[in-house]
């Protein structure tokens, strides 16, 4: 069984600025780079599950999604870092469009993501951890039964059911075991 480290995307590997889906956009949280290293390194699984909303809100398309996501994966890969898989679900139960506005077992809080990647790549979910900047996140690695879920907090923290709160994403590599 593998374990597996899973990182919600805006807000934990880019800063969040609302919807982002261009490239010019793109900023990477400062310390990831480090942190994706140092967990590659003792043999996790790096996976993102990320809500993307805009697309079911129409700000953007999922064409415009894959393609920040490959340019994205390509900055990690020049860095020797390797992305298992990109999860996301484009859904808004209220404020989706067409197709896109429905409930949807995949969209955080919900596991869908999660367990999707524990069947296909045999992950071991107690071994695993989940970090994420919003309660939805941290619901769906509770869910999922997900052993360490780790809330990046921000300006809106409050109350959270995470494991463990921490302030700057390099923080997380005091929890690789």
Request: one cysteine or more; aromatic letters at 10%.
């Amino acid at each position: 069984m593998n374990k597996a480290l899973f990182l919600d995307r805006d807000g934990v590997i880019n800063k969040d600025k609302g919807y982002v889906h261009r490239i010019e956009d793109f900023e990477f949280t400062d310390g990831l780079f480090e942190v994706l290293e140092a967990f590659q390194r003792c043999a996790y699984l790096l996976i993102i599950i990320t809500n993307q909303a805009g697309i079911g809100r129409g700000i953007y398309t999922e064409n415009d999604f894959q393609s920040i996501n490959y340019w994205m994966l390509q900055q990690f890969k020049i860095r020797g870092i390797e992305i298992t898989k990109v999860y996301f679900d484009p859904t808004h139960p209220e404020n989706g469009i067409g197709k896109y506005k429905k409930e949807s077992f995949y969209r955080k809080p919900n596991p869908g993501m999660i367990l999707q990647a524990q069947k296909e790549f045999k992950i071991d979910l107690e071994n695993s951890i989940l970090i994420g900047d919003k309660e939805s996140d941290i619901l769906a690695g509770k869910r999922a039964n997900i052993g360490k879920t780790v809330l990046l907090k921000n300006t809106n923290f409050s109350q959270t059911g995470a494991d463990v709160v921490i302030g700057q994403i390099i923080d997380l590599i005091n929890l690789i075991n």
